[in-house]
């Protein structure tokens, strides 16, 4: 039981630390600043608010700085990790075809295009004979 309790503590910590979840906390903020809006007119609608708020961008008016503490109207710190090596490590790797005497020779690093082979008349299309 308690093993379960942790995993779901670090998956809800790790979930709101790498997404904009945690902007699910400011709906509070809504209704508080919809009654402020109700102050100055008794005939606002709550979809007339969300209309005004959420629909028609960001206009820079009196309340501007407690508009943008909505949830979702602006981003917030997120957390994310992605393990990406940046190191240009070459790879080479040799193949002899005794029966031919022939020698590839093929070098590539992680970043670059695909590999290419010194001896690309090999990879021809097989070819019927008369």
Known sequence: ???????????????????????????????????????????????????????????????YDRDMKLPFKSTGDVFSFFPLTADRMPISCTVVCPQKNIELALRTSAFDKPCTLAEPSIWQPPRTEV
């Open 1 to 63: 039981m308690l093993k379960k309790l942790i995993s779901i503590l670090c998956l809800l910590v790790y979930f709101f630390a790498t997404t904009e979840a945690k902007q699910l906390f400011k709906i509070p903020v809504i209704f508080q600043h919809y009654a402020e809006h109700q102050l100055e007119n008794q005939g606002l609608s709550l979809i007339d608010f969300l209309d005004m708020h959420y629909m028609h961008g960001s206009p820079f008016d009196q309340d």
